[in-house]
């Protein structure tokens, strides 16, 4: 038989766990968010300088071109990343393959394939934003070059 005194410690040890856990539980909710909140930051930022280059009448196919990317993989399919695509599709920018963790979910004019999968080769893969990730998913797959909209809003001096 248990002791009172063995239960009450029980107890007491018992709402000590509790409370870590809840504790590490909401700090890994306030991480997340503000994970979350500097990526819509981040997001809102991009946006601003993209719509910025648009008004000044430059052209990302224009950039690709200059510099030889004809054949172009597309990453990015954030509501920003959408908008980009919907530009790069209305000048007919040759995307050979889109590329996303949810491969196939778009239903677009070309493959949406995984990162990790052999990929096609292209002369660049275009990314809305890098954060290295999409670079080691795809170094099994070849050389590529990578191209983002932050390079190119910067090379425009936006």
Known sequence: MCSINTLCNFFVLLVVV????????????LKDRTL????????LKLSTR?????QNGYSIKNYLEKKGYNRIAFYGF??????????????N???????????GEYGLNFDILHPTCQLPQVDAIFLIADNGRVRN??????DYIFVTLDD?????RI
């Open 18 to 29: 509790a409370f870590v856990v809840a504790v590490l539980c909401i700090n890994r909710v």
């Open 36 to 43: 979350f909140a500097r990526g819509l930051l981040r997001d």
């Open 50 to 54: 993209y719509i910025i280059f648009l």
């Open 78 to 91: 954030n509501d920003l990343g959408k908008t980009v695509l919907n530009n790069l599709l209305s000048e």
């Open 93 to 103: 920018v040759n995307i050979v393959f889109g590329l996303d963790e949810a491969y």
């Open 137 to 142: 998913m795809v170094k099994n797959s070849g």
């Open 152 to 156: 190119i809003l910067k090379e425009h």
